[in-house]
Nanobody, 123 residues
Framework: VQLQASGGGLVQAGGSLRLSCAAS????????MGWFRQAPGKEREFVATISWNGGGILYADSVKDRFTISRDRAKNTMYLQMSGLTPEDTAVYYC?????????????????WGQGTLVTVSS
């Protein structure tokens, strides 16, 4: 399974971006998926996750009420709509496919990772 994340870029504080993650295989449509991010000098951290059926949505406290995760199983694509962006959201964002059908905030639950897309928020 290959994952291709896209949609990153440079945005001003308060702005919005939508990230996409396209999976190469239909099998991803039956698995939980998630978004993680890694800022310079920091560990990769959980952002949001979604189960195979679109349920089980979880968010990190830092993005709750600002980010929205969704997926289109027919297109094997997951999305992350980000709004109210702040400089603290600057990071490389990674999408991942879980081993199981269910959502998870734990990195160890994920078996396939995309290459990441850079989001830079200027103040």
């Amino acid at each position: 399974v290959q994952l291709q994340a896209s949609g990153g870029g440079l945005v001003q504080a308060g702005g919005s971006l939508r990230l996409s993650c396209a999976a190469s295989a239909r099998t991803s449509s039956n698995n939980g998926m998630g978004w993680f991010r890694q800022a310079p000098g920091k560990e990769r951290e959980f952002v949001a996750t979604i189960s195979w059926n679109g349920g089980g949505i979880l968010y990190a406290d830092s993005v709750k009420d600002r980010f929205t995760i969704s997926r289109d199983r027919a297109k094997n694509t997951m999305y992350l709509q980000m709004s109210g962006l702040t400089p603290e959201d600057t990071a490389v964002y990674y999408c991942a496919t879980a081993r199981s059908a269910w959502s998870s905030s734990s990195k160890s639950a994920y078996v396939y990772w995309g290459q990441g897309t850079l989001v830079t928020v200027s103040s």
